[in-house]
């Protein structure tokens, strides 16, 4: 069975950065496409970014592009988020999800206040 574990989540001023990680486990990242999500309080579960297989195709939200980037490290298994120029609207809790397999990880709090 596949396990997904964030970190990197915290407390940011507004306009500050984070990178978020995603360790992968248990099957072959490297086959998956895979995908950041967030949710916030009283708010569906929307896609933040998508990226390929290969990391050399990415998508984005509207809300996020030019601000966030998704990349991936297949040899470590590790699909990461970089945020900057982060705004309180981010607030959330992220997660990253494997396409194909359905695999969820537990999240992490990102929070963004002044």
């Known amino acids: 069975q596949g396990q997904l574990v964030e970190s990197g989540g915290g407390l940011v001023h507004p306009g500050g950065f984070l990178r978020l990680s995603c360790a992968a486990s248990g099957f072959t990242f490297s086959d998956y496409v895979m995908r950041w999500y967030r949710q916030a309080p009283g708010n569906k579960r929307e896609v933040v970014a998508t990226?390929?297989?290969?990391?050399?195709?990415?998508f984005y939200a509207d809300s996020v592009k030019g601000r966030f980037t998704i990349s991936r490290d297949n040899a470590k298994n590790i699909l990461y988020l970089e945020m900057n120029s982060l705004k309180s609207e981010d607030t959330a809790v992220y997660y990253c999800y494997c396409v194909g397999r359905d695999y969820w990880g537990q999240g992490t709090q990102v929070t963004v206040s002044s």
């Open positions: 990226i390929s297989v290969a990391g050399d195709s990415a």
